[in-house]
């Protein structure tokens, strides 16, 4: 499998997200090319700050594999993860983060400031621009349709 592929499954997340009225991102984790979590945004369906698609897909991994840590975990997100999610992931020991958009209003993985570069016992590799340009239409679709 590649980095698209697995990039769709986490497309398809967010739009599942859209068809339920929230920002649609979505995220899997992979490990052993095995998706073992999987997630998308529901802040408005918890009504709770921390239901974005990576702590949900991160909370699935962890029960999947009965651990905290994710240390041979990959993690693909349609969104570049925001101070809380990249947090979550340097404290998960995720080696390995793909995004497809940029986010320059909340972005922590370079978009406003980049937390993997900072002086933390973890660095994980990050890869952007994977599906880039579906990753980026259908949050333009989802907040045009939200002006409407």
Same mark, same amino acid.
């Given at each position: 499998?590649?980095?698209?592929?697995?990039m769709?499954?986490?497309?398809? $997340?967010a739009?599942?997200?859209?068809?339920?009225?929230?920002?649609?991102?979505?995220?899997?984790?992979?490990?052993d090319?095995q998706?073992?979590?999987r997630?998308?945004n529901?802040?408005e369906?918890?009504?709770a700050v921390?239901?974005?698609?990576?702590m949900?897909?991160?909370a699935q991994?962890?029960?999947a594999?009965g651990?905290?840590?994710?240390?041979?975990?990959?993690?693909?997100?349609?969104?570049?993860?925001?101070?809380?999610?990249?947090?979550?992931?340097?404290?998960a020991?995720?080696?390995?983060?793909?995004?497809?958009?940029?986010?320059?209003?909340?972005g922590?993985?370079?978009g406003?400031?980049? $937390?993997?570069?900072?002086?933390?016992?973890?660095?994980?590799?990050?890869?952007?621009?994977?599906?880039?340009?579906?990753?980026?239409?259908?949050?333009t679709?989802?907040f045009k349709?939200?002006?409407?």
């Open positions: 499998m590649d980095h698209e592929y697995y769709g499954l986490a497309l398809d $997340l739009r599942e997200a859209a068809a339920a009225g929230e920002v649609p991102v979505g995220c899997v984790i992979v490990r090319g998706v073992v979590g997630g998308r529901r802040r369906e918890k009504q921390s239901s974005h698609a990576e949900e897909a991160m991994a962890n029960a594999l651990s905290w840590r994710l240390e041979d975990c990959a993690l693909y997100v349609t969104l570049e993860p925001c101070p809380m999610c990249a947090g979550a992931i340097i404290n020991r995720i080696p390995r983060v793909y995004y497809g958009a940029r986010d320059r209003e909340m922590a993985c370079g406003v400031l980049n $937390l993997f570069m900072e002086r933390f016992p973890h660095h994980p590799a990050l890869v952007g621009g994977i599906l880039e340009e579906q990753c980026r239409q259908v949050l679709d989802f349709d939200l002006r409407k």
